[in-house]
């Protein structure tokens, strides 16, 4: 097959096997006709992107009852509070328009509506749009293409500020996307947007970044050489300890803006790394095997030994777990989660029945997986007594240095 983003021949390295909807979570009736694609990722040698070879249609995912609700976490409320200040401090002058692809339930853009910023988000799902326009948040239901940035544009002139928030590696049409930021952005303009860092998951062996959402897993030279076919540059690059590990891109047209030493030194260190390389993705793919033995080596002998295993946090991350490794309803009791949507559902592909947060805390486990290890410090800091009654933790991602912030 050919890259999605500048048409070389490409091909698979690995295939994680048949995978569900990530956020499929489903009742026994929709068993027999739950749809499946096969997770296989491939690396272009030529433009350096690590994107998915297959991808269920996007209506599959991002429809009317999506359940992914960005406001749920404080967390995640407050890294957006900060997010919309750095970006008014650094690049908005005297009545700025700045536009949100993928605004999700407003969390981003209602820092720019309280400050009497004009704005306008552009969300596909409206269950999310709706609690967005609850928040004071202008969003219009659509998916962004060239066609929509003319009729933004028509309608409320240029933009000073494009931003994005896991939601560009959601995107497969990325030069639809550039084109339409092209049509849509002032001169000084920037495109900033941030994304789980390819950095990250190699570091970490953090595979389950890999799910029928993200069909791209970006590098900061994938970023570069993606945006730069429309004639942007990177100017800045903040990581990020979000999701696990993310990196912040900002993006003006080439020339217009001064370039951050940053930018230099997080090209060299991913150079450093092989992200420019195919051999590291083979390396990559022999990690991902031993990681899985290795799990289904402790879930199978905890299970002889008669222990109780439950899952911490059914996130979109853990279909691929569960579906790569092949971790059946034997092997893990439930998954508790405080998401209302998915209790009393079963996951994705495995069928682990999902209950409420309580479950968990009535009648502790003898051991629990962390499928939200991303929330590790914040997890651990609540479950003190889960620890403290012997309770034990299984994670399945190596540890690395800390990102900053
Ligand atoms: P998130 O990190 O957003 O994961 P992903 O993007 O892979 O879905 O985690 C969100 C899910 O984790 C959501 O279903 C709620 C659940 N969760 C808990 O149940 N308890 C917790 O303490 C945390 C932090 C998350
Ligand atoms: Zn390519």
Redo the contacts with the bound molecule.
């Keep these: 097959m050919k890259c999605r983003v500048c048409s070389a021949p490409i091909e698979a390295f690995m295939s994680f096997g048949k995978m569900p909807i990530?956020?499929g979570f489903l009742t026994p009736e929709q068993f027999e006709n739950e749809y499946f694609f096969e997770l296989a990722p491939a690396f272009c040698s030529s433009c350096c992107t690590l994107q998915l070879t297959k991808q269920p249609d996007p209506e599959k995912m991002f429809h009317d009852h999506y359940a992914?609700f960005s406001r749920?976490?404080k967390h995640m409320v407050k890294h957006f509070q900060n997010y919309a200040h750095w970006v008014m401090d650094n690049y908005l002058d005297h009545n700025p328009f700045v536009i949100e692809l993928g605004s999700n339930d407003g969390i981003l853009l209602e820092n720019f509506s309280k400050h009497g910023i004009s704005h306008m988000g552009v969300e596909p799902s409206a269950n999310v749009a709706n609690i967005a326009q609850q928040h004071g948040v202008n969003s219009i239901v659509a998916f962004f293409s060239p066609e929509l940035a003319k009729q933004i544009l028509q309608q409320q002139g240029k933009a000073d500020a494009i931003m994005a928030a896991n939601v560009m590696c959601h995107i497969p049409d990325l030069n639809a996307i550039a084109e339409g930021v092209d049509i849509l952005l002032k001169e000084q303009g920037v495109l900033i947007f941030e994304d789980p860092y390819l950095g990250d998951m190699v570091r970490r062996v953090s595979y389950?970044q890999l799910y029928d959402e993200h069909v791209y897993i970006f590098s900061a030279i994938s970023v570069n050489n993606i945006f730069g076919r429309h004639g942007f540059e990177l100017i800045d690059l903040l990581p990020q300890k979000t999701?696990g590990g993310s990196m912040r891109y900002v993006l003006a047209r080439k020339g217009k803006r001064p370039i951050s030493a940053r930018v230099h030194d997080i090209l060299q260190t991913e150079v450093e790394l092989g992200l420019d390389k195919s051999g590291t993705f083979l390396k990559f793919k022999a990690q991902c095997e031993s990681s899985k033995k290795e799990l289904l080596e402790t879930l199978r002998s905890l299970k002889t030994e008669g222990k109780r295993v439950v899952g911490?946090?059914?996130?979109?991350?853990?279909t691929t777990v569960l579906n790569y490794c092949q971790i059946t309803p034997d092997l893990i009791e439930f998954i508790?989660?405080?998401?209302p949507e998915?209790q009393g559902k079963y996951s994705p592909g495995m069928h682990i029945p999902i209950k409420p947060?309580g479950s968990f805390c009535d009648a502790y486990p003898d051991y629990a997986v962390l499928?939200?290890w991303?929330?590790k410090d914040?997890?651990f800091a609540?479950e003190q007594t889960f620890s403290e009654s012997g309770g034990q933790w299984i994670t399945f991602v190596q540890e690395v240095f800390e990102t900053v912030e």
Excluded: C, L, R
């Design positions: 990530a956020n992914f749920t976490s389950d999701h911490y946090a059914a996130t979109s991350k853990s508790a989660d405080t998401t998915k947060y499928f939200a991303n929330h914040e997890i609540k």
